[in-house]
């Protein structure tokens, strides 16, 4: 009897056990951080991260964030949350949260960000539990511009981001335009750390002698892990009216650096319309205008030169150069961050100037380059691709052809394939 009594005992108390356990301090935590840039109070519609992290030693069967009202800021998540393992300091595992958001203040003050809240459901001995985890309000200041510009003025536009880049194509190129012919000019603004509203309008493009003709803007905003990029497209179709060399001026655009806290300036390059210059980067533009005994005597001085390096035996080989298609692909690629399109443009290209690999092969810092390429489009799990833009501009330029043997496959030196000594 008495050992039935103590069986009984045992058994209610093993039950109990786990029935008393309750949630000790400690156990369920949440922490919001703020990411101020440079560490300093931000301007109305910069960006600040809000790092949203939750660790939790009890088991989970729901979950749900109830996200505070945010009042006088906007904001969006970027991407999806992330649960994982993790290991705390005493070497217990537990269950690691996070989620980033990025907020934009709408005008200066002091604000502060009231509590998010983890609704958690638990299960505690098989019993369904649900406990509110609440992280700590935030203080966030948002700093008053002083002097001229800012947040609050018309002009300049305010653009506060960590990088701006800008991308200009034309097709076909301005210089090769007469009276009468268009072109399409597209110029690409992409700034890291804002959302496409925040981006300016379309720049004012007009000067003398052309007649343009503004086509949609087309805004997208790209999230990453570091923040939202802001992408903006605007395009004209430009025709000259005169028969003259029109020049078309630089149009600057003024941004706050975020990081340097500092203002900057990026531009959309001058170009020029008309003159007869088939998309020459690097020589030298020919004159509008010639006499008949200017062009003489040029003629009758390339006839001497020619004579005098045949019969001196000087050479130097002719200067190769892509085709102007193939440079347009390749910048188009680079604007686009597009390794395989940029690889492919260079292949079509070489195809055309077989020439070109074996020099480009014979210059260390090409060199370099075109197998950075190779590897982040053909090795397995990608590798970091190098600076397209830089790459698309070197790859531009005229070269002087070597003399000499040429190879007999110009591709092997651009596919690993050393070329023969």
Same mark, same amino acid.
């Given at each position: 009897?008495?050992? #039935? ?111 998010? $809240? ?23 200041? $948002? ?9 609050d003025a018309k002009e300049p ?46 720049p004012v493009m007009r000067t003398?002698?052309i007649l343009t003709f503004a ?98 035996? $000087? ?34 290209? #070489? ?39 830089? #790459? ?30």
């Open positions: 009897m008495n050992r #039935l009594l103590l069986a009984l005992t045992l058994l209610c108390a093993l039950a109990a056990g786990p029935a008393r356990a309750e949630i000790e301090p400690g156990d369920l935590t949440l922490t919001v951080t703020p990411e101020r840039n440079g560490n300093a109070d931000p301007f109305a519609r910069e960006m600040v991260l809000l790092r949203i992290h939750g660790v939790y030693k009890q088991q989970i069967l729901l979950e749900e964030v109830v996200q505070p009202t945010l009042a006088n800021f906007s904001w969006t998540q970027l991407g999806r949350d992330i649960w994982s393992r993790t290991k705390l300091p005493d070497g217990q595992s537990a269950i690691a949260f996070d989620r980033v958001i990025a907020i934009f203040p709408h005008h200066a003050g002091d604000f502060t960000l009231d509590p998010f $809240v983890h609704r958690l459901t638990l299960s505690d001995a098989g019993v369904r539990k649900v406990v509110d985890v609440r992280s700590a309000p935030i203080s966030l200041p $948002v700093a008053t511009w002083k002097g001229a510009g800012g947040p536009w305010w653009l506060p981001a960590r990088d701006v880049s800008i991308t200009d194509s034309w097709s076909p190129d301005p210089e090769t335009l007469k009276v009468g012919e268009s072109a399409r000019r597209i110029v690409t603004v992409e700034a890291q750390g804002m959302v496409a509203e925040g981006l300016p309008p379309r003398r002698g086509g949609p803007v087309n805004r997208e905003t790209i999230i990453t892990p570091q923040g939202p990029v802001a992408r903006a497209t605007y395009q004209w179709d430009v025709k000259p009216a005169i028969d003259e060399i029109i020049p078309l001026n630089a149009i600057t655009i003024s941004w706050f650096d975020t990081v340097s806290r500092t203002m900057r300036e990026a531009e959309i390059p001058a170009r020029q319309i008309g003159g007869g210059l088939p998309d020459r980067e690097g020589e030298a533009p020919r004159a509008a205008f010639a006499s008949p005994y200017a062009i003489a005597a040029a003629g009758l001085a390339a006839f001497g030169l020619g004579l005098a390096l045949l019969g001196y035996g $000087v050479g130097g080989g002719a200067r190769l150069r892509l085709g102007a298609p193939s440079r347009r692909a390749l910048r188009r690629a680079a604007a686009a961050g597009d390794a395989t399109a940029f690889r492919s443009a260079l292949g079509q290209g #070489l195809q055309a100037e077989p020439g070109l690999a074996p020099i480009w092969q014979g210059q260390p810092e090409t060199a370099t380059a075109l197998a950075a390429l190779d590897r982040a489009v053909y090795a397995p799990g990608g590798s970091p691709a190098p600076d397209l833009r830089r #790459l698309a501009a070197r790859l531009s330029r005229p070269v002087r052809q070597r003399g000499g043997a040429q190879e007999s496959d110009p591709l092997k030196p651009l596919d690993g394939v050393p070329a023969p000594p």
